[in-house]
């Protein structure tokens, strides 16, 4: 009895390279899945989003943009190169206006980023909450914002962050249930209620 031929429509995985992937191969391997991150160079693929997850950036999108001033521009998951083995996609972003050099940019620079946002999903929990925040900091970005979904209620929180440029590191700066109010990175008042949520 032989073995019977792998099936025409198997695919092979890329077998990483000895001391892992780099940013240049995040953006040169072909058929990546769409919104594959480089995370300490191995790739991250990406499941499928819930509800809570899209809607939520729309939402945030959405108050970003109703008072972000021009010197910003506010974007959706695209790629932070953070350094040579890190490109994270963050869910929200603040970028500064002339990192914006045309609508075919694919990355934008650390250097570039106010603001990063994440929203977990169950599939991220400890990259959302532990692995990318510090890479965020470490790359000097001196805002974070940390969304999540709490209780049966499935209401909304996001937690707030501001770099200190002394110890380099995170520091809580608020916790916010209903409404998102802040004077940084620009002022923002986003109103983040469960009802705002499903109205979407």
């Not at 890329?14 to 995040?26: A, C, E, I, K, N």
Request: charged share 25%; glycine share 4%.
């Amino acid at each position: 009895m032989t073995a019977e031929p792998p099936p025409a429509h198997s695919s092979r995985w890329p077998v990483p390279p000895q001391d892992g992937y780099t940013v240049d191969d995040l953006f040169t391997l072909p058929d990546l899945p769409p919104h594959t991150e480089l995370i300490d160079g191995s790739l991250v693929f990406v499941s499928p989003q819930r509800d809570f997850h899209s809607t939520m950036i729309d939402l945030l999108m959405t108050g970003l943009r109703s008072t972000a001033p021009p010197e910003v521009r506010v974007r959706r998951e695209m790629t932070v190169v953070l350094d040579r083995r890190n490109a994270p996609e963050p869910d929200v972003s603040v970028v500064r206006t002339e990192a914006i050099t045309g609508l075919d940019v694919t990355r934008y620079q650390a250097a570039d980023v106010l603001l990063a946002v994440e929203v977990v999903s169950p599939d991220s929990e400890a990259r959302d909450r532990e692995a990318k925040p510090h890479k965020y900091a470490t790359a000097g970005i001196p805002h974070f914002w940390l969304v999540e979904m709490t209780g049966t209620d499935q209401h909304p929180v996001v937690r707030v962050y501001e770099l200190d440029p002394v110890t380099k590191a995170y520091a809580l700066t608020g916790i916010h249930h209903d409404r998102l109010k802040t004077g940084v990175p620009f002022p923002v008042d986003i109103d983040i209620s469960a009802e705002a949520l499903a109205a979407l």
